[in-house]
């Protein structure tokens, strides 16, 4: 992509249990429970300190791309269905992907360096799916790039 170095990157297979998956500080105990109002239904996106829920089409497993990179992404959004940008402090050093299910202590852990970043949220399939829900076509990347303040929810498409 024009504009954007990627770092790392990685590609990880979530159980999409109650239809999200989260992206969090190792060691942030924010609990999304009274995040998902109405809105962040809507935009399949709720916050709270150093979490971020990631809403799913589907309630089955989903693989998630993440690219770690230097800067802003400069990227064509037509290719999806919706896009969503937040903030996350990560304290840590360590970003714990993990499925809606799953057991913490056994989630993917991404070392990075401590500090603010931006993260934006693609998601892709979203109209694609089978009745039952199960083992359809929706797609999703994380880009995450270090930022100097944190900064409010944007919806970009």
Do not use: H
Not at 78 to 88: F, G, H, L, T, Y
Not at 130 to 151: C, F, M, T
């Amino acid at each position: 992509m024009k504009g954007m170095k990627s770092l790392t990157k990685y590609e990880v297979f979530l159980p999409a249990d109650y239809y999200e998956f989260y992206l969090q500080d190792e060691e942030a105990e924010g609990d999304l429970a009274d995040s998902w109002d109405e809105e962040a239904v809507n935009r399949l996106l709720a916050i709270t300190d150093g979490t971020i829920g990631v809403g799913t089409a589907s309630d089955y497993d989903v693989v998630v791309g993440i690219d770690i990179t230097d800067n802003e992404p400069d990227d064509n959004l037509k290719e999806w269905d919706k896009v969503n940008e937040c903030s996350i402090n990560i304290n840590s050093g360590k970003l714990v992907v993990a499925g809606g299910g799953e057991y913490f202590p056994d989630a993917k852990r991404i070392e990075v360096p401590k500090g603010t970043y931006r993260v934006r949220v693609y998601y892709s399939g979203l109209d694609e799916l089978s009745e039952d829900r199960y083992g359809d076509e929706d797609y999703y990347k994380v880009a995450l790039w270090l930022d100097s303040e944190y900064k409010p929810i944007k919806r970009l498409k």
